[in-house]
């Protein structure tokens, strides 16, 4: 035993966690060798590794965990620090329950070819959640830049055009990569995006060049899958980078050039790849948004006030109101209606279908409504106060973070704004957590380290 305490102390645990969590961030790239490879079950490689990296994360977490509880015995209960650790507890609690009342639960526990979103799913993205907690600052930048080199492998995979390409990389799209549609391919690059300018903020003169070139090649692809919602994030996300500069760092040089680079990417790249731009987009949007509080006004309170129903039930005005952000509109009324009807114990893990949503998916496009909707009202309070715990956290004290730190959070930001109009699922879902880990682990991981 005292044999196996000493070869335990010699492992540095840090480039351990790191490792597997380097494994989630790389995880596109193992399905295009796979693919490449014609290995049978290539579809379902994120979907492994996620579950490998995250059950190994899981054990990882119960083990600090208890160790924890012994040590300080009742200590940790005034610990401020765990609030947000416990409250994911209780909604992991809660949506193992959640699992019992669904009308199938084979699904609840297991997911589907869809989304693969079940219970057990979820469980590995706590445990990945988890193991990006306990790596160190140095580490989180090593994560920032794989992610990124991940996304320009898919980038200039989907660049090269030659003529045996479909040979050797079999059901590639080059607006898709090796994602279902554009849309996931846009909720991808997000994060890296993001990632990619920050870093070009931060590092030496030497680096900013590479980190320029990561920017563009991903914002230019990020536009060419033309989902909006993706691209307001990342917009969102650099326009507060670069305050951040300016207010916390004085770098008013920095921040000017930066949303120079940020304007004129959009501008060209916007009439060089798309037919229907984002501005366009973005102009739609809004009428449709102001439409809704004018003249739609009724018709809305008319599809809400009656009972659920589908794209081909509805004619005329209904019908356009219906299609507002891309059919989502009707996605998200119906959902409410679905969320009344059940708002304790939800519907359970991929319970909801699309003959439920009426508007041809199984998904709200929502990150919300749909924890909401799977795991009912009161779990989706434990997870989205958790997490909205840490991001408040971190927006206070965000002059005292470091960068990468400051990177991270806004990759969280980003993220979640995307999910506003998008879909969870596997090969997605696990960067936010990976992001939200390592600006949980600011917090968590002092604690854990006392308890060695």
């Not at 996304?151 to 660049?159: F, R």
């Not at 003249?295 to 589908?310: R, T």
């Not at 508007?359 to 924890?371: E, R, W």
């Not at 958790?386 to 806004?410: D, N, Q, S």
């Amino acid at each position: 035993m005292d044999k196996i305490k000493k070869m335990l102390r010699r492992i540095n645990m840090n480039i351990v966690y790191t490792v597997l969590v380097s494994l989630v961030v790389v995880a596109p790239i193992f399905t295009v060798i796979f693919r490449a490879l014609d290995i049978e079950g290539d579809t379902e490689i994120s979907l492994i590794i996620t579950k490998v990296v995250g059950y190994i994360g899981l054990l990882v977490a119960i083990i600090k965990i208890i160790s924890m509880l012994i040590s300080n015995k009742f200590k940790w209960l005034k610990n401020k620090r765990l609030i947000p650790l416990a409250l994911f507890f209780c909604f992991l609690v809660w949506a193992l329950i959640v699992c019992f009342f669904a009308r199938d639960m084979y699904k609840a526990f297991n997911g589907y070819t869809y989304r693969n979103e079940g219970f057990y799913t979820y469980l590995a993205y706590g445990g990945i959640c988890f193991l990006a907690c306990m790596i160190t600052p140095k580490s989180k930048k090593i994560i920032c830049n794989i992610m990124i080199f991940t996304a320009i492998v898919l980038v200039v995979l989907g660049a090269i055009d030659f003529e045996k390409k479909e040979d050797i990389f079999p059901h590639w799209d080059t607006l898709s990569s090796v994602f279902t549609n554009p849309n996931h391919y846009g909720y991808f690059l997000v994060i890296p995006t993001i990632c990619s300018f920050g870093l070009l903020m931060t590092e030496k003169w030497y680096y900013k060049i590479a980190y320029a070139v990561a920017f563009v090649a991903l914002l230019s692809t990020l536009i060419n899958t033309g989902t909006v919602g993706s691209y307001s994030a990342v917009f969102i996300c650099v326009i507060g980078i670069i305050i951040y500069h300016i207010v916390s760092k004085k770098k008013f040089m920095y921040g000017f050039i930066g949303l120079c680079v940020l304007v004129i990417c959009t501008l060209f790249l916007q009439s060089a790849f798309l037919k229907e731009t984002i501005v366009i987009d973005a102009k739609k949007s809004i009428e449709e948004f102001w439409a809704l509080f004018n003249e739609d006004a009724d018709i809305v309170k008319n599809l809400y006030n009656s009972e659920i129903k589908h794209f081909k039930e509805l004619k005329g005005p209904e019908r356009r109101v219906a299609e507002y952000g891309s059919g989502r509109f009707l996605l998200w009324i119906n959902s409410i209606k679905l969320i009344k009807q059940s708002p304790i114990v939800g519907y359970g893990m991929e319970n909801v279908t699309e003959k439920m949503l009426g508007g041809g998916s199984g998904s709200p496009h929502n990150l919300i409504f749909s924890v909401t909707l799977f795991t009912g009202i009161p779990g989706a309070l434990f997870y989205f106060l958790g997490v909205g715990l840490v991001l408040i956290k971190a927006r206070t004290r965000l002059k005292k973070l470091e960068p990468v730190e400051v990177i991270t959070y806004f990759s969280c930001v980003g993220y979640l704004i995307s999910s506003m109009f998008g879909i969870s699922k596997y090969y997605t879902s696990p960067y936010f957590f990976v992001f939200f880990g390592m600006l949980y682990g600011i917090w968590l991981l002092p604690v854990m380290k006392k308890n060695k």
